[in-house]
C-alpha cells in the first residue's frame, strides 16, 4: 500500500542540474538523488516525489517541501535517518511527517520565500563561490531598498520572468521585499554581504533572479525608480537587469 510524507529537504545546488529530474544523460537533479534513495528505503522502484518549486541549476534550498509516495510504513523519523544515510552529502532531509494523498506541495503552498545572497566587492571570498553571487559595482543601497518597496502588492510580472513554462497568469502578489546586511563570518570566510528577501503567493521562472538584477541596476543608476514602476505590467519593455547568476538564491521556507 502506498504511503504518503511530507520531507523537508536542504540542499546545496551547485553540482546539480535543479530540482527536477532530468533524463539520465543530462546530469545529476537533486529530485532524482532523492527517488534513489527512496527506492533503496523502500527497496521498490514505485516511489513518487513532488516538490513545492523547480529550482535551476546551482540554486540552493534550506526548505523544500516534498511530498514522497513509497510503498512503505514507516515511523518518520526513521524514515528521515534512512534517507540520509542513502543521500549525497550536500542532499540532507531535515523534517518528516506523514501526508495523505490530496496534499499537493505546489497547489496547497500560500507562499514562498525566497532570499538572494551577494557581495558588491571587486575581491571575493575563493571559500564561498558558490554559495553568495558576486555584483562588482559600487552600489546605492537606500535606492535599492526604495525599489524593493515598488515590487511589494500585486503585479503583472510580464518583464520578470524567462519564458519556458507555462503559466495561466503573469500576476503575482509580492507580501515583502527588503534587503538585509550580514556582517563577516569567522576566519573572514563568509565575507560580509546583502541578502535581498522577498515573500510572495508565487513566483515565476526565474524570477526572483529578474528582480535582482533590476534591483542591481537600481543600485548602480543604470535604472530609475520610474523605469521600475513603468515595468509593472502587461506591456514588453527592455529588460531593466540582467538574469542574476543562481549561486546566491536560497529557497528558504514555504508556507501552507
Known amino acids: 500500500m502506498i504511503q504518503h510524507y511530507k520531507l523537508i529537504v536542504q540542499y546545496k545546488g551547485t553540482r546539480y542540474l535543479g530540482w527536477q529530474v532530468q533524463p539520465e544523460s543530462a546530469g545529476l537533479t537533486v529530485q532524482g538523488e532523492v527517488n534513489k534513495a527512496l527506492a533503496v528505503v523502500s527497496k521498490s522502484g514505485e516511489v513518487k516525489t513532488l516538490g513545492s518549486g523547480r529550482t535551476d541549476a546551482g540554486v540552493h534550498a534550506l526548505g523544500q517541501v516534498v511530498k514522497a509516495s513509497i510503498p512503505l510504513t514507516i515511523d518518520p523519523g ?39 545572497r551577494f557581495t558588491a566587492h571587486r575581491s571575493f571570498s575563493a571559500f564561498q563561490n558558490d554559495l553568495i553571487a558576486n555584483c562588482p559595482f559600487e552600489l546605492n543601497l537606500e535606492q535599492m531598498r526604495e525599489a524593493c518597496k515598488v515590487f511589494i502588492g500585486r503585479h503583472d510580472f510580464t518583464n520578470f520572468y524567462c519564458e519556458g513554462t507555462e503559466v495561466a497568469s503573469n500576476i503575482r502578489e509580492i507580501y515583502e521585499c527588503e534587503i538585509l546586511e550580514v556582517s563577516q563570518g569567522d576566519w573572514g570566510m563568509l565575507p560580509p554581504h546583502y541578502v535581498f528577501r522577498v515573500v510572495g503567493n508565487g513566483f ?15 543600485g548602480r543608476g543604470k535604472t530609475t525608480l520610474d523605469q521600475l514602476k513603468g515595468a509593472l505590467g502587461p506591456t514588453k519593455v527592455h529588460r531593466l ?16
Not at 542513502?86 to 500560500?110: C, G, K, M, W
Not at 537587469?241 to 501552507?256: D, F, I, M, Q, S
Open 78 to 116: 526513521s524514515l528521515v535517518k534512512a534517507l540520509n544515510g542513502n543521500l549525497p552529502d550536500d542532499i540532507r532531509v531535515i523534517h518528516a511527517e506523514n501526508s495523505d494523498e490530496v496534499f499537493f506541495p505546489t497547489v496547497h503552498a500560500i507562499s514562498k520565500e525566497y532570499h538572494y
Open 204 to 218: 515565476l521562472k526565474q524570477m526572483v533572479r529578474l528582480l535582482v538584477g533590476a534591483t542591481w541596476n537600481i
Open 241 to 256: 537587469g540582467p538574469v542574476a547568476p543562481p549561486e546566491g538564491l536560497y529557497l528558504v521556507r514555504v508556507n501552507y
